[in-house]
């Protein structure tokens, strides 16, 4: 099984644009969202391209193959005009034998695991860093930031027979 991981959109019609071509690319089977699709936040100056409106059907056409969680910035109205869930504050999937725990990782987050078997994935965003560490052997992953990276570069994650690679995209 081939999953694309994203996170921290936040409405940047530029870069949702970006993943969009690397999901035609890649022909993912599914598409995984960490959160914060929609809105900048407070907290985060304007992405290049803000236009809410214009990544709605951007990730709309994908919403058979999408698994999203709630970020910190998701509200009811985000859910009102999207057509795929976004407001659970986790999900688990199991990929090829593997269990993985999504979450946006603002309640949850490799500091504060919540109760996995060893040899699962977590894997979160929020942070807006790219990770891949082991913390008491579960596998601890973020995809980056699409939009607004804070350690420099605009990413996400692919994962294909059992192996986790970054993507990123440069400006």
Known sequence: MKLLIASDIHGS??????LVELIEAE????????GDLLYHGPRNDLPRE???????PMLS???DII????????AEVDQMVLPFPCMADYAQILVDGVAMYLTHGHHQNPDSLPPLPAGSVFLSGHT???????RGGIRC?????VSIPKDGS????????GEFLFHIWEE
């Open 27 to 34: 022909r993912p089977d599914a598409l995984v969202l960490l």
């Open 154 to 161: 605009h990413s996400c994650l692919i994962y294909e027979n």
């Open 61 to 63: 056409q994908y919403r």
């Open 141 to 145: 992953l973020n995809p980056g930031s």
């Open 50 to 56: 803000y236009a809410p409106k214009q990544v709605i």
């Open 67 to 74: 698994v999203a969680v709630r970020g910190n910035c998701e």
């Open 128 to 134: 807006h860093v790219k990770l891949d560490e082991m």
């Open 13 to 18: 019609a530029y870069w949702c644009r970006k």
